[in-house]
């Protein structure tokens, strides 16, 4: 289990990545969703998407890394190569992609987008709430709000982004996407 200051669990990016409930969360996705927004999708049980809307996790091309479970999430729910495409080049992908991908349930007009997610969750909730909840934790490994099968990846992680921010390469990255330009690599 990862430990936070004061013995509080850390809910990750959005309080909600590293976060598992038993309950469904359904992702809105009406425009970009780099970096912690397919974060967000990632960790979500259901997504709903605009038809302009665009997935991808850019931070290689800023120094960092996709630390809120992405580079760890991405390979398992679309076929690792395409994950590792995406992860190692920064590319994102459009909704029609993700779609056929399996990142995303349904792509919809962007007008349409909040309440065809209200829909998947009305007929969600036309179910026995313990039964899907318990059917959630199943499914998603749920042991008392853990997923065990992530505790080494959320440790790699965060050992990776430790040792990684700590680099001239990650200051320059964020340096650069600030100003607006092309960033130089050293490698160290």
Known sequence: ERTFPEGRRHWGFAGYVSHPISKPTIAAVNGFALGGGTEIVLASDLAVAAQTAQFGLPEVSRGIVA????????????????A???????????AATALRLGLVNRVVPRASVLD?????????????????????????????????SEDAAWARTDAETAALMRSEDAREGVRAFAEKRPPVWLAR
Do not use: H, W, Y
């Open 116 to 148: 065809e997610a209200l829909a998947l969750a009305e007929l969600i909730c036309r179910n026995a709430p313990l039964a899907v909840q318990a059917s959630k934790r199943i499914a998603a490994g749920i042991i008392d709000g853990d997923i065990a």
């Open 67 to 82: 630390a809120a479970g992405g580079a760890f999430r991405l390979s398992v729910q679309i076929p690792p190569k395409i």
């Open 84 to 94: 590792m495409e995406m992860i190692l080049t920064g590319k994102p992908v459009d």
